[in-house]
């Protein structure tokens, strides 16, 4: 599942107008109104996390992909929170979780003291469906990608925001 992933911080109305679209719909908005909205007007309010979040995810779970795996709130960093896209069989072509403002207020307050020592405690734990080899800059590359990170959680917490993650497959 090693496809790009993206954070945004979005109103509650944002995840609301997903929650009334079909499912089948879902992405469409994100890649074509979202995703060029926020990239251009809200930059502040996006984060890219490249093929980084699926390492993420892992070093801060069990060290597989699941959703809602690990120890909350550090496990809900990335497939945590509300399910909006993915079932595994007919919507497994890209990935929607949204964290309320709650979880990304208490999220960013463990990212923030969350060292590399720790988290490359997490990353030796990454099972072997992991698609990528895992190494040193592996690592190190995760890492770099989730401290990118810290801003967003922060400013979703500061502003009663949602999080949201998205990937495409």
């Known amino acids: 599942m090693s496809c790009l992933g993206v954070l945004f911080a979005v109103p509650e109305e944002t995840v609301e107008h997903l929650r009334s679209l079909p499912m089948a719909e879902r992405p469409a908005f994100i890649s074509e109104e979202l995703?060029?909205?926020?990239?251009?007007?809200?930059?502040?309010?996006?984060?890219?996390?490249?093929?980084?979040?699926?390492?993420?995810?892992?070093?801060?779970?069990?060290?597989?992909?699941?959703?809602?795996?690990?120890?909350?709130?550090?496990?809900?960093?990335?497939?945590?929170?509300?399910?909006?896209?993915?079932?595994?069989?007919?919507?497994?072509?890209?990935?929607?979780?949204?964290?309320?403002p709650l979880m990304a207020s208490e999220l960013v307050k463990q990212l923030e003291s969350l060292t590399e020592k720790q988290f490359k405690r997490g990353y030796d734990r990454i099972d072997s469906t992991y698609p990528d080899e895992r190494s040193k800059e592996d690592m190190e590359y995760s890492f770099e990608y989730l401290q990118d990170a810290v801003p967003l959680f922060r400013f979703a917490a500061d502003h009663g925001l949602w999080v949201l993650f998205t990937a495409d497959q």
């Open 35 to 100: 995703e060029e909205e926020y990239f251009e007007e809200y930059p502040e309010r996006t984060c890219e996390l490249d093929k980084s979040w699926d390492a993420i995810h892992r070093s801060l779970t069990d060290g597989t992909l699941c959703f809602d795996c690990g120890d909350y709130p550090l496990g809900g960093v990335i497939l945590g929170g509300e399910l909006l896209y993915f079932d595994g069989e007919e919507f497994d072509d890209y990935i929607i979780t949204a964290k309320p």
